[in-house]
């Protein structure tokens, strides 16, 4: 672990850097909702601020980006998102964090930073487009009906299922504070359109929760954190499925019943983690570490389809066998690039993550990896389509299309 300290000393110092240099271009307006507070936080329960295995499909072309524009009938009233920097679209931008994204190269191809840490579009955003629903606003803008009667994303960078995770970013939005953001939400939605058009529309929206990757990759791996010496990675694994469990239910209790649930990808294979590789190959350490999550989060939720929260429906979303099939398909999916990130420096321009006006390479959609972390736009288009259409090996016990049937 001791090159993972040194990286985490270099990664320290780019946050410094990055975060001071994109306040330039960052929004200056106050932000006062529920964010975790700088050092351990505890949750006192008080409200937030105001604010059967299948073959794998064969490999399809990368599809088209989302079109927002296009008029047509969605198939559920609303889609509301919680989760990290895989799906944020700009909650961090107005917060004192050192994960943030709201400057250039990110949203290079999307016509210019969103706070999406991308170069153009998030899974979640496909998604969205898939279902007919237009591109989720971040709970951070200022509350909009018009725009917030189709869902929300509530998903903030470096947050994670425990509260305490990425708290040397400062500032985020752990997922027990995104619930009470959308607590929020209801009771705006309900001031504007009423309590009962509110409460039958809530069970049959999507809400679509990926939360964990930030557990490991700013928690359990990090030598800031000994979350090492207290837990095995089965112990580990058992804490953060029963808090996320716990965290679930309340979110079921405010009204929720349809819910995508998204394990944690090839975590060891991303270029921050390849860069620390002497072979050039990917941490089977940390893939193993991340294992067991998505073993026990797939039981849990196969566990709550059994009547355990009657007339909830819950589907697991398997990124790590998703990125296995893309790892080992690449060629066919159109990418040539899988080893390092486009935007980034150092070995495998993942040492140090993209830097604000840093030159990006041109061929993005070659790439797999946008920047040391993320995937790019292309990737987030597939494993939308591959979450949408996908058989039980991406998808279980069905895809997101026939949950929205439901």
Not at 90 to 110: C, E, M, Q, T, V
Request: glycine share 8%.
């Amino acid at each position: 672990m001791a090159s993972l300290s040194v990286s985490w000393f270099c990664m320290m110092l780019f946050l410094l850097t990055s975060s001071a240099l994109a306040q330039t271009q960052g929004d200056d307006d106050d932000y006062d909702d529920a964010f975790a507070p700088e050092s351990s936080p505890s949750d006192d329960g008080s409200p937030a601020p105001v604010a059967n295995d299948m073959e794998a499909p064969a490999p399809a072309p990368v599809p088209e980006a989302p079109s927002s524009g296009e008029e047509r009938r969605a198939l559920v009233p609303a889609l509301f998102a919680f989760g990290d920097s895989l799906i944020d679209s700009g909650n961090n931008n107005r917060l004192f964090s050192f994960a943030k994204a709201n400057y250039l190269p990110y949203g290079i191809d999307f016509g210019g930073p969103t706070g999406r840490f991308s170069n153009a579009y998030t899974i979640l955003d496909q998604i969205g487009d898939l279902l007919g629903l237009p591109l989720l606003p971040p709970y951070s803008e200022i509350f909009n009906v018009d725009k917030m009667r189709f869902g929300v994303n509530y998903a903030s960078a470096a947050a994670g299922i425990l509260d305490i995770t990425g708290f040397h970013f400062v500032e985020r939005i752990p997922f027990s504070y995104q619930i009470k953001n959308f607590e929020n939400t209801l009771v705006s939605l309900i001031k504007n359109m009423s309590a009962p058009i509110v409460e039958e529309a809530i069970p049959k929206c999507i809400f679509f929760v990926g939360m964990g990757s930030n557990d490991y990759l700013n928690n359990y791996i990090m030598p800031a954190y000994f979350t090492q010496d207290e837990y095995t990675p089965q112990k580990y694994a058992e804490l953060l499925v029963h808090q996320y469990k716990e965290q679930l239910i309340k979110l079921y209790d405010l009204g929720a019943r349809k819910f995508i649930i998204a394990g944690i990808g090839q975590m060891g294979c991303i270029p921050f983690l390849l860069a620390e590789s002497s072979n050039g190959e990917c941490s089977e350490m940390v893939n193993q570490m991340v294992h067991p999550f998505n073993a026990k989060l797939k039981t849990m939720t196969m566990k709550l389809n059994k009547s355990e929260l009657p007339g909830g429906h819950f589907i697991f979303l398997d990124m790590e066998n998703m990125f296995k099939d893309i790892f080992t398909n690449y060629k066919s999916y159109g990418f040539s690039v899988t080893d390092r990130g486009c935007c980034g420096s150092g070995k495998n321009k993942g040492e140090v993550t993209c830097l604000p006006m840093q030159t990006p390479c041109p061929n993005r959609d070659d790439y797999l990896f946008w920047d040391a972390y993320h995937p790019t736009s292309a990737v987030n288009l597939l494993l939308g389509d591959m979450a949408f259409y996908g058989g039980p090996n991406f998808t279980f016990p069905m895809n997101i299309q026939q949950l929205a049937t439901l």
